[in-house]
């Protein structure tokens, strides 16, 4: 106990300490989101990405644009290294193991039996780099009766019974309007990772992590199947309103506007009822616990609701901030670029993005106070740091002049322009 803490008071008294991830190199073969998120958090904390792509076109990603820019790809690939090689070509192969033997991880996202097909199986690419960890990312996982099933986001939010409950009890169910399995997925992923190199620190040995889209959804919804058990019920879509706690849900202002409350603590149920005038609810028995509450949801939610339309989404905002309620605005984005708490905090950096004016994006996220993350770069073009790449990894002049006059490795390219 003495010499830990001994070790770590000197630690917090370094200056200048490099990013966390100093010193880890990670291989991303990924497509879109999942693997994207995982890499994105990695390379954020100072892990050297280096994004292997296909010559002429890309990771998909680069094909999500808004009036013609690759916002996404900018945004989730900054940070990283672009090389655009052929590796379903013999001699690509040949480059891409070399990174591979070379690197502390692998990301992938193919479909299951894909990486065994191309002759890359984990325990062949163990055997040669026994301290790798490789991350497959799929829709069902390497395992079970679906995994050779294709599994987009929208089928995981759709099966894991999120888009069940999510909406209004009286029209059909909702899929979120995000990529949200797949986000969530790119987190565990990351935890993953963090928690793989740690059990090599201990004993220099990788391993392969097998994160299905559905797992991490499933887990995100909480004790859903163990309530279904209890109490024989299946969780119904409610709007904004919750089965666990009252008054929660979205109110309208007079002036059209809308207001989120969440009164998920006896305390602030009370200070609530209090703020719309109405203390006598506070002993009322219909009321007066949160169980009550719940039981009585819509009758206590219509009360809220009949005082909130009566005001303007500023006056309550006021009334309430000032007795501290927790509520706060349905903010649209135009309320949220350049609003006083997004500059105070600094969630929006803009990243200078060549040729362009300055990009932004949400900073690193979440904040160290002796190794932070930083953003070094948004995402790259197509092939930006192919040939100083291979040089890094013991390619020579005359075996990188060739893989381009063979087409496997492509120059530097704008996307932007091409797709």
């Given at each position: 106990m003495t010499s830990r803490r001994k070790r770590q008071e000197i630690n917090l008294t370094q200056t200048n300490a490099q990013p966390p991830l100093a010193g880890i190199?990670?291989?991303?073969?990924?497509?879109?989101?999942?693997?994207?998120?995982?890499?994105?958090?990695?390379?954020?904390?100072?892990?050297?990405?280096?994004?292997?792509?296909?010559?002429?076109?890309?990771?998909?990603?680069?094909?999500?644009k808004v009036e013609g820019v690759s916002t996404f790809w900018k945004t989730y690939c900054r940070n990283k290294k672009s090389i655009a090689l052929d590796f379903r070509h013999p001699?690509?192969?040949v480059v891409l193991k070399r990174l591979i033997n070379g690197a502390d991880v692998l990301?992938?996202?193919?479909?299951?039996?894909?990486?065994?097909?191309?002759?890359?199986?984990?325990?062949r690419l163990l055997e040669n780099n026994p301290g790798l960890v490789v991350v497959r990312i799929s829709g069902w996982g390497q395992t079970g009766i679906w995994r050779d099933r294709p599994g987009f986001g929208s089928l995981i939010e759709a099966m894991s019974g999120f888009a069940a409950m999510n909406g209004f009890e009286?029209?059909?169910?909702?899929?979120?309007?995000?990529?949200?399995?797949?986000?969530i997925a790119g987190q565990s992923g990351a935890t993953a990772v963090l928690m793989a190199l740690r059990a090599r620190d201990r004993d220099g040995t990788g391993q392969v992590v097998d994160l299905s889209l559905f797992e991490p959804m499933f887990a995100a919804l909480g004790p859903q199947i163990a309530n279904l058990r209890l109490s024989g019920r299946e969780p119904g879509r409610m709007g904004s309103l919750s089965e666990l706690s009252a008054p929660r849900n979205i109110y309208e202002t007079s002036d059209g506007g809308f207001v989120a409350l969440s009164a998920s603590t006896q305390a602030m149920a009370e200070r609530?009822?209090?703020a719309i005038g109405r203390p006598e609810l506070v002993d009322d028995p219909r009321f007066r616990t949160n169980s009550d509450r719940v039981r009585n949801l819509n009758d206590c939610d219509q009360i809220v609701a009949d005082f909130i339309r009566t005001r303007t989404r500023s006056d309550i905002m006021d009334l309430f901030s000032t007795a501290e309620v927790t509520i706060g605005i349905v903010a649209t984005y135009k309320d949220l670029d350049g609003h006083s708490y997004i500059t105070s905090r600094g969630v929006i950096e803009e990243v200078p993005d060549p040729g362009s004016t300055d990009f932004p994006m949400h900073a690193v996220s979440p904040r160290m106070s002796r190794t932070p993350g930083a953003i070094t770069h948004i995402g790259?073009?197509?092939?930006?740091?192919?040939?100083?790449?291979?040089?890094?990894?013991?390619?020579?002049?005359?075996?990188?002049?060739?893989?381009?006059q063979d087409g496997i490795l492509a120059l530097p390219t704008d996307l932007e322009e091409e797709v």
């Amino acid at each position: 106990m003495t010499s830990r803490r001994k070790r770590q008071e000197i630690n917090l008294t370094q200056t200048n300490a490099q990013p966390p991830l100093a010193g880890i190199t990670v291989i991303d073969l990924s497509r879109l989101v999942s693997g994207n998120i995982v890499t994105h958090i990695l390379a954020d904390f100072g892990a050297e990405v280096i994004k292997v792509e296909k010559p002429g076109r890309g990771d998909d990603l680069r094909n999500w644009k808004v009036e013609g820019v690759s916002t996404f790809w900018k945004t989730y690939c900054r940070n990283k290294k672009s090389i655009a090689l052929d590796f379903r070509h013999p001699d690509g192969m040949v480059v891409l193991k070399r990174l591979i033997n070379g690197a502390d991880v692998l990301v992938e996202n193919f479909r299951p039996g894909t990486l065994e097909k191309m002759g890359l199986a984990p325990d062949r690419l163990l055997e040669n780099n026994p301290g790798l960890v490789v991350v497959r990312i799929s829709g069902w996982g390497q395992t079970g009766i679906w995994r050779d099933r294709p599994g987009f986001g929208s089928l995981i939010e759709a099966m894991s019974g999120f888009a069940a409950m999510n909406g209004f009890e009286d029209r059909p169910p909702v899929l979120p309007p995000l990529a949200l399995a797949d986000m969530i997925a790119g987190q565990s992923g990351a935890t993953a990772v963090l928690m793989a190199l740690r059990a090599r620190d201990r004993d220099g040995t990788g391993q392969v992590v097998d994160l299905s889209l559905f797992e991490p959804m499933f887990a995100a919804l909480g004790p859903q199947i163990a309530n279904l058990r209890l109490s024989g019920r299946e969780p119904g879509r409610m709007g904004s309103l919750s089965e666990l706690s009252a008054p929660r849900n979205i109110y309208e202002t007079s002036d059209g506007g809308f207001v989120a409350l969440s009164a998920s603590t006896q305390a602030m149920a009370e200070r609530v009822f209090r703020a719309i005038g109405r203390p006598e609810l506070v002993d009322d028995p219909r009321f007066r616990t949160n169980s009550d509450r719940v039981r009585n949801l819509n009758d206590c939610d219509q009360i809220v609701a009949d005082f909130i339309r009566t005001r303007t989404r500023s006056d309550i905002m006021d009334l309430f901030s000032t007795a501290e309620v927790t509520i706060g605005i349905v903010a649209t984005y135009k309320d949220l670029d350049g609003h006083s708490y997004i500059t105070s905090r600094g969630v929006i950096e803009e990243v200078p993005d060549p040729g362009s004016t300055d990009f932004p994006m949400h900073a690193v996220s979440p904040r160290m106070s002796r190794t932070p993350g930083a953003i070094t770069h948004i995402g790259p073009s197509l092939g930006a740091d192919g040939p100083d790449l291979l040089k890094d990894f013991g390619c020579s002049a005359d075996e990188i002049a060739g893989l381009v006059q063979d087409g496997i490795l492509a120059l530097p390219t704008d996307l932007e322009e091409e797709v």
